[in-house]
């Protein structure tokens, strides 16, 4: 029977009429309620006022209040202790709370948001992703064939190919596919500050020269001179041997120049190569500066040596070398490759020579009858 059933003015007349004579059975059949209930109320109410009554009722009330309010915060702390050691960071997170709660406890989905401060949008919420197949497919292929290409370049050959596709899709499917590159290198830092040489602004206005080392199959090693143009970023040459004194040097520059012209200063270390009176003669012949880095600041010619940075990481770390004429095939392989089609971050991602074109087309270089140079 519901409390609010019958008010305390019943409850009191109904008593003061048995205790007046009318009989029990008459007066529990008016109101239709058992005896049982009658003998209740007159054990429970028999010597009360109809105020007292109401005061009790009241007070059973308040109580009956109070003790679902303390099992509410009870199972509060219960519920908050499950799921506090579960961090809920992100939107996918608070929802794993929530259906937590809502599988292990009695609770609705509306008290589980708001017990873990979840709005109910976050909770309702269903992701509607596009078919990723064909995309997931073409981005493990440009992987394979660039395995030391990160998300970001493999983003910009997407977008060549007429893929319409945002960066961070591009790195969540990269990083879904396990295709991230692992990076063994430590990020070297500067100790002091440092003279920094102007950019060049135009074609041949610097040059950068340096040697890199590796070994063929079966164990010779051989040597890489690599000469790169510091504003277009073009590798002007790889030239490949077991030794490579400085007038082997000067044999590589003159045939860069006679398709791309003299520079007018090349940036190089102090390797007995550099500064060996072939290459001395040579330079002083044509007007060309020699720009000698300080001894063991290879820093002060960045441009080089990122270059050879990548050269190694996704050319010789790569490939494996049977003879000398294999490591001249597939080295120049690459850097045709680096000068046509690899994207550049310091050029705003354009390769070397759409650079250049750009810079031609654009007006932005000075040098007149400009040539682009020769692959």
């Not at 250049?356 to 087309?361: D, H, L, N, R, Y």
Request: charged share 30%; with cysteine; hydrophobic share 40%.
């Amino acid at each position: 029977m519901k409390k609010s059933r019958f008010s305390e003015e019943q409850i009191a007349t109904t008593l003061r009429q048995v205790d007046a004579g009318v009989p029990v059975a008459e007066v529990t059949r008016a109101l239709g309620v058992s005896e049982q209930t009658y003998y209740l109320w007159r054990k429970k109410y028999g010597q009360m006022a109809m105020a007292e009554i109401r005061r009790l009722r009241q007070l059973e009330e308040e109580n009956r209040k109070l003790k679902q309010l303390v099992a509410d915060l009870t199972l509060d702390k219960v519920m908050l202790q499950e799921v506090l050691n579960k961090k809920a960071v992100t939107p996918a997170r608070q929802r794993e709370r929530v259906r937590h709660l809502i599988g292990t406890f009695p609770i609705s989905e509306r008290a589980a948001c708001r017990l873990v401060r979840c709005n109910r949008s976050t909770w309702l919420y269903r992701a509607h992703r596009r078919e990723d197949t064909a995309l997931r497919q073409r981005l493990r292929e440009l992987a394979q064939a660039r395995p030391r290409f990160g998300y970001a370049r493999l983003h910009v050959l997407l977008r060549r190919e007429g893929w319409i596709v945002n960066k961070k899709r591009v790195h969540r499917i990269y990083r879904e596919e396990g295709l991230a590159v692992r990076l063994t290198r430590r990020r070297k830092r500067a100790s002091h500050l440092r003279v920094v040489p102007p950019s060049p602004s135009q074609k041949n206005e610097r040059w950068s020269m340096d040697f890199v080392a590796d070994t063929l199959l079966d164990g010779r090693r051989f040597r890489a001179l690599t000469v790169v143009d510091n504003w277009s970023r073009h590798s002007q040459l790889i030239e490949v041997d077991f030794t490579l004194t400085g007038t082997k040097v000067v044999m590589a520059l003159e045939r860069i120049t006679k398709r791309s012209g003299y520079p007018h200063m090349i940036t190089v270390d102090n390797g007995s190569e550099f500064a060996s009176k072939a290459l001395d003669a040579w330079a002083y012949a044509h007007g060309v500066k020699l720009d000698f880095i300080r001894p063991g600041k290879p820093v002060e010619n960045a441009v080089i040596e990122s270059f050879n940075g990548r050269f190694r990481d996704e050319c010789l770390n790569t490939h494996v070398f049977v003879s000398l004429h294999d490591a001249r095939q597939k080295i120049e392989a690459w850097r045709i490759d680096y000068n046509e089609h690899r994207p550049h971050g310091s050029l705003g991602d354009l390769t070397p020579r759409e650079f250049a074109e750009q810079a031609v087309k654009t007006g932005l270089q000075e040098v007149p009858n400009f040539q682009l140079p020769a692959v």
